[in-house]
């Protein structure tokens, strides 16, 4: 086993706890409670489906496409919190929003066990003008994916 099978399965692990999680929290919890990003967790839940989403673009582009490539970097320049709120997650549906955070998280390591290993070395440049390899993103999603999921513990346990 190498390091991104590691990585995928503590993802599946995390994903196995934490839904049934999730799906115990109060609406007060999950609607009212923030963060320092002045997220709630039904925000951090849908930040982290954007994560997904974007995520699994580009390592589907860079598989295909030339390296470095170029590819909208929406966390960098802050068009993250302006997906939450074009998206709405606030007002979504608890339940849909767990399951499509669950699924889209589900796919992404679907994506990611089937990466051709000659192309963990493609980059992207992001918005600060980066180069990330394939691999290093792969990697890093799952710090945070952990990120978020400690933000809302530290909500869920909040006075």
Do not use: C
Not at 91 to 102: C, P, T, V
Request: proline share 3%.
């Amino acid at each position: 086993m190498n390091k991104l099978d590691d990585n995928n399965l503590e993802m599946l692990r995390l994903i196995i706890e934490w839904e049934p999680k999730l799906a115990m929290l109060p609406e007060e919890v999950i609607s009212t409670r923030r963060n320092s990003q002045n997220r709630t967790i039904k925000q951090i839940l849908g930040h982290m489906v954007d994560s997904a989403s974007n995520n699994t673009h580009r390592i589907v582009h860079l598989q295909y496409q030339k390296s470095p490539l170029i590819f909208p970097d929406y966390a960098n320049l802050g068009n993250n919190d302006r997906w939450i709120a074009i998206q709405n997650y606030q007002h979504e549906n608890w339940n849909d929003l767990i399951q499509l955070w669950k699924y889209s998280n589900l796919h992404i390591v679907h994506v990611m066990n089937h990466v051709s290993p000659e192309k963990l070395n493609h980059e992207w440049i992001s918005a600060l003008n980066e180069k990330v390899t394939l691999e290093s993103m792969m990697m890093d999603y799952l710090r945070h994916f952990k990120l978020h999921l400690s933000e809302i513990e530290e909500l869920i346990h909040q006075q």
